[in-house]
């Protein structure tokens, strides 16, 4: 949804809105840490969620909830041939990961590694990959999935491709646990950064 449009034809964007059917998650489309996020059970809520979101950014993105989803996620790293770190899994302290529960809480659980089939975690390490190719990235990467509770739907969440390096943020945790800790961590990353930059460097135009 453009900000404009909420602005100007805010009947059209509610019954649009709509269609995808109650509760619903409304955030901003360029901004991290769960800032201006909001959860929409019905009309007025709706209309909170929106007014919040274009506060932040000029497009929000609007969609249907995945019901008592588990939050999956996984760290890359690297530029053209990109490695995955183990799984894990967030339980939030709220009803959903919002700010409080991702910086100021401190009580949501982080759980490394995910408790995961082994099929469903190879399904969720090729995904991300392929998405991480499909997008061109390099460096670094968060890859979120949502998983309804009791199923194997394994459904693509978001990309964060500056994840947060926080004392409780997933990335740095999940590298840890993969045997790369926090120094060693940085130190690849710079190298990464400077290997992209040569190869620009390198580039006719």
């Avoid at 019905?42 to 969609?63: G, K, N, P, Q, S």
């Amino acid at each position: 949804v453009a900000a404009w449009r909420w602005t100007a034809e805010p009947a059209a964007v509610r019954a649009a809105c709509a269609e995808l059917g109650w509760p619903l998650f409304v955030k901003p489309a360029n901004l991290g840490s769960s800032v201006g996020i909001s959860r929409a059970r019905d009309t007025a809520e709706l209309d909170a969620a929106l007014h919040e979101a274009v506060r932040w950014d000029r497009r929000v993105i609007v969609e249907a909830a995945v019901p008592n989803p588990r939050e999956i996620e996984i760290a890359l790293l690297g530029n053209d041939q990109p490695e995955c770190s183990v799984i894990g899994e967030i339980v939030p302290s709220a009803e959903f990961y919002d700010y409080e529960a991702k910086y100021l809480s401190g009580s949501s659980e982080l759980i490394i590694p995910a408790d995961l089939e082994p099929d469903l975690a190879e399904q969720v390490r090729q995904t991300a990959l392929t998405i991480y190719g499909v997008l061109d990235l390099s460096g670094l990467a968060r890859i979120d999935f949502l998983l309804p509770a009791g199923t194997s739907d394994l459904q693509f969440n978001e990309v964060n491709t500056l994840p947060g390096f926080t004392p409780h943020s997933m990335y740095p945790k999940l590298w840890e646990a993969a045997g790369l800790p926090y120094s060693q961590l940085l130190d690849r990353l710079l190298e990464l950064a400077l290997e992209r930059a040569a190869e620009r460097r390198r580039l006719a135009g």
